[in-house]
């Protein structure tokens, strides 16, 4: 039999309190300022969804595997489950509730649902995102180029075929 572990391992983590040490960030998110003090700890994706109600950017494997929580940072994609809040102080943050246009969709955003590409919908608002970054990085030539850049973002559903075709089509407008 095992013998059991101090109690002072089996302890949570301090976590700070209000006004106990905590970090000042500054952000345009989705083209709105924002200050806010937070954890230096809390990650971007906690600090959209949990601070900034935007919810649209979902928490999957949480490690950084599944692409679930993709949003832009200065324009390129990031995993906002493995991105520190403080370390994008003064950045601009794009997540899947900035991309339209008031109620005009943005052209990847109806190019998904044209082409049924929702799988799940649980990982679309990554996906969408990812799919939008990789049109503005120039790396959607070709299906090949499209499925290899959208690789990080996973999920079971297997809408792939659908999801390429999406990309494609966009491609033309967002061009």
Request: proline share 3%.
């Amino acid at each position: 039999m095992a013998a059991a572990a101090p109690a002072a391992a089996q302890s949570p983590a301090p976590t700070a309190t209000q006004g106990e040490n905590l970090v000042t960030v500054g952000l345009r998110v989705n083209g709105e300022r924002t200050r806010l003090e937070t954890d230096p700890r809390a990650t971007l994706l906690d600090t959209l969804r949990e601070r900034l109600r935007l919810t649209g950017t979902k928490k999957g494997c949480d490690r950084g595997q599944c692409g679930a929580c993709t949003v832009r940072v200065d324009g390129r994609r990031v995993l906002s489950c493995l991105t520190l809040a403080a370390s994008v102080d003064g950045a601009e943050i794009t997540t899947i509730e900035g991309l339209a246009d008031s109620e005009k969709l943005h052209p990847m955003q109806q190019a998904f649902i044209d082409h049924d590409g929702f799988q799940c919908g649980f990982r679309t608002s990554g996906q969408i995102m990812s799919a939008v970054a990789l049109v503005q990085e120039g790396r959607a030539g070709s299906d090949e180029e499209i499925r290899e850049n959208m690789s990080g973002n996973i999920c079971r559903c297997s809408a792939y075929p659908f999801i390429v075709d999406a990309v494609k089509d966009a491609r033309a407008v967002m061009s």
